[in-house]
């Protein structure tokens, strides 16, 4: 397993690259060497260097973490480097199905539903009931990242691997920080240990959540937010649900059904995590798989939920974006006044004008035939996204990014 060498000058080499680069769509890298990452699930950034998982790919062919280093002079080609290859012979997490977050400490956190120990969940292939895996990177620039595998799900009454990314504490006076929040049937908190080396510890959040929850946000007040892609019966289309934490520490926390979707008109299945703004306003998107006809002509779609008013009241739904009878593929990414998504075949702008308080939508790109993009997205503070595609491992997998 090569080392990803975090060099202090990236970010002037980064600040050279994009301005030479020119507007549009480019192809930064391709995923199509043997032991390359495969099934790629969208990308996060930090300190300027891009990373990603795939489903499958690497060493051993059941997924890797991997890192998209931008280039050291403009018009050079970005640097791949695989940080971990998931082994399930060895116990590892195995085939990821969701992007990592990064934490306060640089660290890569993610989950995975097969892998681990759990003798439960011995017979499939690949075995295991499922993992919360965390990859450190090195102390001095070109070591190894260091693997550690926080908890195995046993299965049964304690769950199975998650396929969404955890969610990250980001209130240190309601959680602890470094906490991940990560959704089975239910939400637990995995906590860190108080001495290095320590075992992280698992508290119960909340033990069903009708739909089973998917993707999850936490605000800046400590508030989870998240998704299911059933509602309060099976024939609902989904819900958004929030989950406030205890009045004291110990305590239990409230979930809350904030709104239930009505798929034909207002889209299918929410899955992605959602994004909070600093007013309360939720961001979401739904995937637009249409479960049972009559499906109407929403399916996919970009939608906005506003508070109340008082306390108690109703949550506004808006309509930001309808994709007609095709999949959203990303969650929304929001800047400012503008929402940046994928669906199936195209890379989309959605922009609210500050004086009528409309939302346009512009198609930043179509994408090719069998090019699927999904994940989530990266805009930096250029303006530039990044993304990938490969929704199936049958398609073109490619890394791109696009300059406004």
Known sequence: M???????AIATLSTLALAAD?????????FDNPGDPSYPNGLVEFNGVLYGTSTFGGEFGYGTVFALQRPSAPGGKWTLTILH?????????????SAAVVGPDGALYGTTPYGGDAPLC?????????TVYKLQPPAEPGGEWTETILYTFL?????????SSPALCRNPSVCTTGALYVSTAGVFE???????????????????????????TMSDQGVLYGVTQLGLDPLADGKVFSLSPPASPGGYWTETTLYVLQGRHEGFLPKQPPSIAEDGTIYATTAGFCPIAPCGDVWGSVFALAPPSAPGGAWTYTLLHSAGQEWVTSPAVRRGDTIYATTARRLLKIQRDPATGTWTTTILHTFENYTIPGGPLVVDESGKIFGTTGEYPSQRQIAYSYQP
């Open 2 to 8: 090569k080392s990803l060498q975090i060099l202090t």
């Open 22 to 30: 020119q507007p549009g769509f480019k192809v930064i890298y391709n």
């Open 85 to 97: 290859s998931f082994n399930p012979a060895t116990e590892d997490a195995t085939e990821p199905a």
């Open 122 to 130: 011995q017979e499939p292939t690949p075995p295991g009931c499922g």
């Open 155 to 163: 299965g049964g009454a304690d769950g199975y691997g998650s396929l």
């Open 190 to 216: 995995l906590q860190p240990p108080s001495a290095p080396g320590g075992a992280w510890t698992k508290t119960v959040v909340d033990s069903l959540i009708t739909g089973g929850p998917e993707g999850m």
